[in-house]
């Protein structure tokens, strides 16, 4: 197990050697999304100034034009990972189309990435972040992002709330790493992350209750109730999964009669999602089959998704499955 305290980079670095063929390749590919997202971290910090010199003139101190800030999310990741020359190909929630990289057009990764989840929460200071999925390039299109979740080089998140954390994963465990603003560098601060066998919390949005396809949900919700479970929501599925990591229990978002597949997007939120909370020892599902297992058929396919520890996850099966 890594040392607490090592920084992200060394981390990185030291994963790769253990690769005797690896090229370097995706180690520069994590560093292109780690310092992408430090700049996010910053404009998010600023987010209410930037809103009140926007608000006065829709100009910011250097004259430029305020963004708000999940576009402005968007655009930092893009610069930065076409930048990297280390994508063929980028794919995130905020574009229509992917986005083919000229200075990577021999590169190894495709990376599907949501710049700023948790939209509705941006506005009144509670945590959002960052998710991202690294693929192989298997072709020359779009097939290059219709691969399975378990097909997965790497995949993390960044959650800007108290403190700011990288939560990464490559296949060998999940390992967490605190933003130390005084030396500008994420420090492993949550070696090997492991989730509970079991919890005590459960997190769906129960005013989509009377919407829910599967009524059988609500009777495992009751049954979650009556043996004492407590509930927390916070709408931002980076902070809810993060919380359910460390403390385990349930997240989901199940389908409804508005949003017939769920609301989460299979590439960019419940695919990452899914293989971190596998390596730490959890589980996800669909409700039908293993989130992981499911081959998309377009880039912006949504999924009904149940994620957490293994005892949550298969009594909700023994209910909706
Ligand atoms: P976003 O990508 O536009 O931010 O939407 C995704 C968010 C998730 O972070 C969160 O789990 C979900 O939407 C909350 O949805 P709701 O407000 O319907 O409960
Ligand atoms: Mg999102």
Redesign the pocket.
């Known amino acids: 197990m890594a040392e607490k305290g090592m920084d992200l980079n060394r981390f990185i670095l030291e994963e790769e050697r253990k690769h005797p063929l690896a090229t370097g390749s995706l180690s520069l590919a994590l560093m292109a999304i780690e310092s992408a997202a430090k700049i996010i971290a910053s404009h998010v910090r600023m987010a209410g100034l930037a809103d009140i010199l926007g608000q006065a003139g829709k100009v910011n101190v250097q004259g430029e034009e305020v963004q708000k800030l999940?576009e402005l999310s968007n655009t930092i990741m893009i610069q930065h990972l076409l930048d990297s020359g280390q994508f063929y190909a980028l794919a995130s929630?905020e574009l229509t189309e992917p986005i083919y990289s000229h200075k990577g057009k021999d590169a190894k990764y495709v990376v599907a990435f949501?710049p700023?989840?948790?939209?509705?929460n941006i506005d009144v200071n509670v945590s959002?972040g960052t998710i991202f999925s690294i693929h192989k390039r298997i072709g020359d299109g779009e097939e290059n992002f219709l691969q399975k979740g378990s097909q997965q080089i790497a995949a993390g998140y960044i959650i800007y709330g108290s403190s700011v954390m990288f939560v990464l994963t490559t296949g060998n465990g999940v390992n967490g790493f605190t933003y130390d603003p005084a030396v500008g560098m994420f420090l492993l601060s949550h070696p090997d992350m492991k989730i509970p066998e079991k919890g005590k919390i459960y997190s769906i949005?129960e005013?989509?209750t009377h919407k829910w396809t599967d009524e059988n949900l609500i009777k495992y919700i009751d049954q979650l109730k009556s043996e004492g479970y407590t509930s927390r929501?916070i709408?931002?599925?980076?902070a809810?999964v993060h919380r359910t990591l460390i403390k385990g229990g349930m997240f989901g978002?199940p389908a409804d009669k508005k949003n017939t597949n769920g609301?989460?997007?299979l590439l960019?939120?419940a695919a990452p999602m899914s293989f971190i909370i596998e390596q730490a020892g959890g589980k996800a599902t669909t409700g039908k089959e293993n989130i992981l297992d499911v081959k998309p058929e377009s880039i912006h396919q949504r999924v009904p998704v149940f994620l957490g520890s293994k005892k949550e996850i298969q009594q909700l099966l023994e209910f909706i499955g």
């Not at 700023?116 to 509705?120: A, Q, R, V």
């Not at 709408?235 to 980076?238: E, F």
Request: proline residues 0%.
């Open positions: 999940d929630e949501d700023l989840d948790g939209s509705s959002i949005n005013a989509n929501y709408g931002s599925m980076v809810d978002y609301k989460l997007r960019y939120e």
